[in-house]
């Protein structure tokens, strides 16, 4: 069975450095999700994509955070500088569509933690 | 402010038991509803979708309602097995954005 790809599984990392992660969607999905997962609470979303377009990044700090997805297929999601509050499970999502009945499918999500 | 939320935030139960799982959302103009489950440290799996226009869905020994008029959804989970704790996530979908509940972590104990 097909499935959301991510990597890495878990990153400890100092404060103030640089992170990434790396997500491979289900082939044939045009919208790809990033969420943050803080523990105890649920997912929130980051930025939607829709093809190689951003279609939400409301709820992306941008002054440290950045996503892409170049070709319309992977996407890399960034983190610089990182601070103790970032430490989360940063999950990615994707969807034949948009919502409205289309089933989403997530990976197994990165752990991250920041000290 | 579209806030899901989730009640109880815990639940230990005995294997066999039926049990229901709460969530309440405070604008009905939803499209869709999703329940989620949430094995720790993984991802999550879709369970049951419910669109807007329906009462409710089932799966094997899930069933799921929803009252928009209420602002409310059951998950309701018979015969409940020890295979069957996990984490479960209500999602209600508002245009294309998707507002999840922070969960209720079931126990079902053998």
């Known amino acids: 069975e097909a499935e959301v790809a991510q990597s890495p599984r878990y990153k400890i990392t100092e404060k103030s450095q640089a992170v990434a992660f790396w997500c491979d969607p289900i082939s044939g999905h045009a919208t790809l999700y990033w969420y943050r997962q803080i523990l105890g609470q649920g997912p929130e979303l980051l930025v939607q994509?829709?093809?190689?377009?951003?279609?939400?990044d409301s709820q992306l700090p941008k002054d440290r955070f950045s996503a892409e997805r170049l070709k319309g297929v992977d996407s890399t999601l960034k983190i610089q500088p990182a601070e103790l509050g970032d430490s989360a499970m940063y999950l990615c999502a994707s969807s034949f569509t948009g919502f409205s009945g289309n089933t989403i499918y997530f990976g197994e999500g990165s752990w991250l933690t920041v000290v | 402010k579209q806030e899901v939320t989730q009640i109880p935030a815990a639940l230990s139960v005995p294997e066999g038991e039926n049990l229901v799982l709460n969530c309440s959302f405070t604008?009905?103009?939803?499209?869709?509803l999703q329940w989620f489950r949430q094995d720790p440290g993984k991802g999550l799996t879709s369970l049951l979708l419910?669109?807007?226009?329906?009462r409710e869905q089932t799966s094997g020994r899930l069933n799921a309602s929803l009252d928009k008029s209420s602002g409310r959804s059951t998950l309701y989970i018979a015969a409940s097995q020890p295979g069957d704790s996990a984490t479960y996530l209500c999602?209600?979908?508002?245009?294309?954005?998707?507002?999840f509940g922070a969960g209720t972590i079931l126990r079902v104990k053998s």
């Open positions: 604008d009905s103009a939803i499209y869709n």
């Open positions: 419910i669109q807007s226009s329906q």
């Open positions: 999602a209600v979908e508002y245009g294309n954005k998707l507002v």
């Open positions: 994509f829709q093809d190689e377009s951003v279609v939400d």
